[in-house]
């Protein structure tokens, strides 16, 4: 049962344009929010995170957006550059025990 | 940033065979460290947590005798998978640190043969 989704495995930019990843959970009682950022042969690392008292966070390029009626995650990224091609992850932290985490899409930025 | 290495980052081994995996804080110590798995396709899994000197806590499904974890210091964990076989495929990624600021390693590449 997964309680986080990522339903488009792969997404596919021009640079300069805006990059919206999207994701989708389960369980209301979900409060805190990451997304993670993969490149081939390296372990994820953070991008940005958001608590369910906010709908908005940014940092820099990057700002994530909560719905918390419809249990939607989004992470915008704008402008997109050659660099953000990578596998975003996104994950909620359950039960202040554990990560879980999305099935990932795959962000290309093409030239 | 800090850095979390794992050794080896690929493995072939044959099945019946156990493989040891080192997860190792570089230029930071780690109370906690974390196990997961990915399979094709799948999310990042939680295998188990393991606090440094004390037992690790086990995701429901995972089971301890196979996946032996032992975190004896404050930069070093191992997840030793015992007995391995074909299904145990998979890519092993550990983390250290807070649960809201986990550090990742590159992860380990086993296959069973």
């Known amino acids: 049962d997964q309680q986080v989704k990522q339903n488009s495995p792969s997404l596919s930019v021009q640079e300069g344009r805006i990059s919206i990843l999207n994701c989708d959970y389960t369980n209301s009682m979900f409060d805190y929010f990451l997304w993670y950022k993969k490149y081939p042969a390296e372990g994820p690392t953070f991008l940005i995170s958001?608590?369910?008292?906010?709908d908005k966070n940014e940092d820099g390029r990057f700002t994530v957006f909560l719905n918390k009626s419809a249990k939607h995650l989004s992470l915008h990224i704008v402008p997109s550059q050659p660099g953000d091609s990578a596998v975003y992850f996104c994950a909620v932290i359950q039960g202040a025990q554990k990560l879980v985490f999305g099935q990932g899409t795959r962000l290309t930025i093409n030239p | 940033g800090a850095v979390v290495s794992q050794h080896p980052s690929w493995v072939i081994c044959k099945s019946g065979t156990s493989v040891k995996i080192e997860c190792r804080s570089l230029?930071?110590?780690?109370?906690?460290m974390f196990w997961y798995r990915q399979f094709p396709k799948q999310s990042l899994m939680l295998m188990a947590t393991?606090?440094?000197?004390?037992?690790?806590?086990?995701e429901q499904g995972v089971e301890k005798d196979k996946f032996l974890i032992n975190h004896a210091s404050l930069t070093l964990s191992t997840l030793t998978v015992t007995s391995a076989h074909p299904e145990d495929s998979s890519f092993y990624i550990c983390?250290?640190?807070?649960?809201?600021?986990?550090?990742f390693g590159p992860g380990t590449r086993l296959l069973v043969l």
């Open positions: 958001i608590s369910s008292i906010k």
């Open positions: 230029d930071f110590q780690a109370t906690t």
């Open positions: 393991s606090n440094e000197g004390s037992k690790a806590t086990y």
């Open positions: 983390s250290a640190g807070r649960l809201e600021t986990q550090y």
